[in-house]
């Protein structure tokens, strides 16, 4: 069964910086699509940072050059490091797999940013 589970959310000021981490069960990152997603209060979910199978990464326009994601394949891990942390960031943040064209998802961990 897999499961996915955040961590590393919380409060921080404008100009901060946060990590967040997906930790996986039942499956292995390497050679699979992985992804941060995010959801602000009355908007709809979005892609934050994509890396692909072969270790590409794309980034959402808003935070390029500010946030950066990475795998780690011996701890079985996905990481997304926040810089320049501005309130528009504030979200809940996702851990998403795609397994044979099928999402999986975690809970989710809560960033917010104040001013």
């Known amino acids: 069964q897999v499961q996915l589970v955040e961590s590393g959310g919380g409060l921080v000021q404008a100009g901060g910086s946060l990590r967040l981490s997906c930790a996986a069960s039942g499956v292995t990152f390497r050679f699979r699509a992985t992804g941060w997603y995010r959801q602000a209060p009355g908007k709809p979910r979005e892609l934050v940072a994509g890396?692909?199978?072969?270790?590409?990464?794309n980034y959402a326009d808003s935070v390029k050059g500010r946030f950066t994601i990475s795998r780690d394949n011996a701890e079985n891990t996905v990481s997304l490091q926040m810089n320049s942390l501005k309130p528009e960031d504030t979200a809940v943040y996702y851990c998403n797999i795609i397994i044979t064209g099928n999402n999986y998802w975690g809970k989710g961990t809560l960033v917010t940013v104040s001013p």
């Open positions: 890396l692909s199978s072969g270790g590409t990464a």
